[in-house]
Each structure stands twice: as structure tokens, then as C-alpha cells.
């Protein structure tokens, strides 16, 4: 069996870039992407984020993954009780209090700009169109979030 090349691993798709009432008039753009790319890798080659920041996105993408919250085996009516923590891992608990601390330390609109572009997987063009906000200010915030997310794993280690 013949080896795939890297290229021919690739997902790549169509993706039109544009508002809806440009999409509505047949204008804007159509590019094609790799979907098995994350927003981060591509934040990272467009020089919007430097490798350290990059690599605390990483971090608390893997944090979620880890704590696999809002996946169907979570039985979250256990919680209180004593025994529903006894039938969860322990490194799993480990990245849900990690969590809960990061969302504390950074606040709910930090905290949800990071979730929506490192976990929900959304771009930062994205993410100022659902805000309706500016995407460059939306961009220093998320460097600013991810700045004080380093921080505090800095600090908690």
C-alpha cells in the first residue's frame, strides 16, 4: 500500500468569505481551505498570535478536551453528591477545577473569548461578527486574554 502524501491528507473545502447580503447577491469570495486545520494553526501563520501565545491556546484546548465537559457521558446531577466524583478520573476533575479557576481569574468576557476561538474553533473575523465588534480591537483582547491565561498557569505551577 502506497504511502499518502502530506497534501493528499489534506480536508480541504470551499468556504465564502463575506457578509450574508453578499452571499445573497452572489458577491464576495470563495476560497478554499483545510478544514483539518484548527483557527489557532491558522492565527499562528498569519502572525496574529506568537508562538507563546499560541501554545497557551493549545494548552486550554486541551484542558477542555481533557475535562470533556458537555460531552454525553457527563453526568453533571452527581456532582454535588459524593460518590459522582468517586466515577470520574481524577485528571478530568484536575481540568474541570483548572478551568473553573481560568474563568474566574479572567472573567466571563475573557473567558468566553477564549472559548469561542480556541475551543469552539471559531476565527477571530468570526467571533467580531457574532460580537459586533471591531476585529482588531477583538484581536488585542484576545491577545490579552491569552497574555493573562499564561499568567496563570505560570502562576498555578
Known amino acids: 500500500m502506497e504511502d499518502l502524501k502530506k497534501e493528499d491528507r489534506r480536508n480541504i473545502r470551499p468556504k465564502f468569505i463575506g457578509s450574508k447580503e453578499q452571499k445573497a447577491k452572489g458577491q464576495g469570495q470563495v476560497v478554499m481551505i483545510n478544514m483539518s486545520e484548527s483557527s489557532l494553526d491558522i492565527l499562528r501563520s498569519k502572525k496574529v498570535v506568537n508562538i507563546q501565545q499560541y501554545y497557551t491556546a493549545l494548552r486550554i484546548r486541551r484542558l477542555w478536551e481533557k475535562s470533556r465537559i458537555g460531552s454525553y457521558t457527563s453526568n453533571f446531577n452527581k456532582i454535588g453528591d459524593i460518590q459522582g466524583w468517586n466515577d470520574m478520573a481524577t485528571d478530568r476533575i484536575d481540568a474541570i477545577y483548572k478551568l473553573s479557576r481560568l474563568h474566574t481569574w479572567l472573567g466571563d468576557k475573557g473567558f468566553g473569548l ?3 476561538v480556541c475551543v469552539e474553533d471559531y476565527t477571530i473575523k468570526e467571533t467580531a461578527a ?19 491565561s499564561q499568567k496563570f498557569f505560570d502562576q498555578s505551577a
Open 114 to 116: 477564549v472559548y469561542t
Open 130 to 148: 457574532m460580537y459586533q465588534v471591531d476585529r482588531v480591537y477583538l484581536g488585542k483582547r484576545f491577545r490579552e486574554a491569552i497574555d493573562e
